[in-house]
């Protein structure tokens, strides 16, 4: 794999995601062939490539919403490559969906009280009886961050599109995730939603590590330090933007040379 | 679909229990007793609603989790001679292990599947029913007439098959079983098994393990609905397969639709509607099951959310 040399870290602690020939086929389709990855604390990553490069079942192996036909996922250096979904998020493996997905029928301040409390939940009999104010607090804390307070008591579904997305965000929020993995984020966004979520993006990023699917040129070279280039299932390309522009493979894959 | 609502919601709930309460002073002693039995059987659809509406579950077992607690309760009036409370204590035990047994090994399915292997299990439970009717008396079941010592209350002694005795113990079963419903479904853990119903991918990416959250759901809805079983055994001195048979697991569904899946209030008003609407009708016609076929075409087509749904969609949003 050409360019895939690891960032320099502070020595002796582990990538806070890495992969080890992860790999995934969809009957005889491999969409993700003996992939090595790595990500390191504190980084806003970037992965792009075309249609079909096996980009979001990457990110889906990695949060456990897809399971590997081959490979490792560590997470701080452990293993969790059989770890459910479910405890990644937990842990902090927080993942946002290309398509938004928030509950339409219930409100904006329901669907952000979901992710919540399952920061303040132990176990599910926890659930039955907990501090309703302190989980109001965090609630209101997210959506004024995101900028969604004044829409707490609408039902989801009826927001524009734009707010949808950023519920989705404030969803993950709500999750405290050591790292974030944002799936096409300012898909259908106008170019003023985008600049904004750009911002919080930033934000989010003095807390959690991101690693970002996107097509949005722009935002990409905005935000991310690193980039990671992907094409028919392998990382073909990683480095800075610079180096990236410059790489003759992903002039080739972009350009169709 | 929790909207807040503050204080009206339980004021509602306690202004509908407390009519309930105070219409057996009004009530001609035929309806008395219909009404008692409406309320023993809306505990059941209650425990049936959380599944179905609350949880996104469609059973078609529950018979089995009502015949459990019937079963248990009555088993033990008829051959060790327990007392009602000690037999009401056996069939909330039996309904628990039934349905976390039944909950671990059917969860693992979802959708159509689930409701054939609950049906499965419901169907055997049945024909084990009348393979052993040396226990249990097969289809024709067996009679606790007379084998029940009256409870004693202090001084009191009140005999179960007493008409207001009846009529309370009903109230006080539907009473418990509303709560216990009203309060689960407005708790945290309550909006993570809307969550389950809305979208369950999404659920689990929140950090939630949904199959625990399912088993608990199930588990409280048989208890429930077993504890319903237990009640109807006491108050009506009768135990029979027929309420372990399918049809029993198809009234809570028809109740449940009726009355409106995912609201607190529904199951008893479709209890109501439809246990008036076949008594009526059955005086006129012998196909009056006819007549509840196209109650509920009618239901679906006007108000596909149920009665109490309709209401919620139309006028009181609020309404969990």
Known sequence: MSGANPTPRPAGEPPLVQTVGLKKT???????????????????????????AGKTTLVGMISGRIGPTGGVVLFGGRDITRVPAHDRAAMGIVYTFQI??????????????????????RGVLSGLSMNQAILARRVDAVLTHVGLRDSRGLTAGSLPHGHQRLLEVAMALALEPAVLIMDEPTQGLSPEEIAGLAALIRTISRSATILLIEHNMRVVLELSRRITVMDRGTIIAEGTPQEIEADPDVQRVYLGG | MRRGGGRRVPAVHLGILLLLLALQFVLPPFHHGMVARIMVLAAYATGYNLLLGYTGLMSLGHAMFFATGMYATGLAVYYLNVGAVGALLIGLVASVAQSTVIGLVTLRTSGVAFLITTMMFAQAFYLSILHFNRFTGGDQGFILTGRLEPLSLGSLTLAVSAPAVKYNIAFATLAVCLLVNLWLVRSPAGRVLIAVRDNQERTRMLGYNTFKYKLLALIVSGTLSGAAGSVYALLFSYVGATFASVLYSIYPILWTLLGGAGTTLGPLVGVSLMTYIVDITSGFTSS??????????????KAPAGVVGGIRERWLKWLP
């Open chain 1, 100 to 121: 938004t997905s928030i509950y339409r029928n219930l409100t904006v301040f329901e669907n952000v009280a979901l992710a919540a409390q399952r920061r303040l939940a």
């Open chain 2, 288 to 301: 009056y099951m006819l007549v509840v076929g196209l109650a509920l075409v009618l239901i679906i087509m």
């Open chain 1, 26 to 52: 969809f009957g005889g389709l491999e969409a993700v062939r003996s992939v090595d990855f790595s990500l390191d604390r504190g980084e806003i990553r970037a992965i792009i490539g075309p249609n079909g």
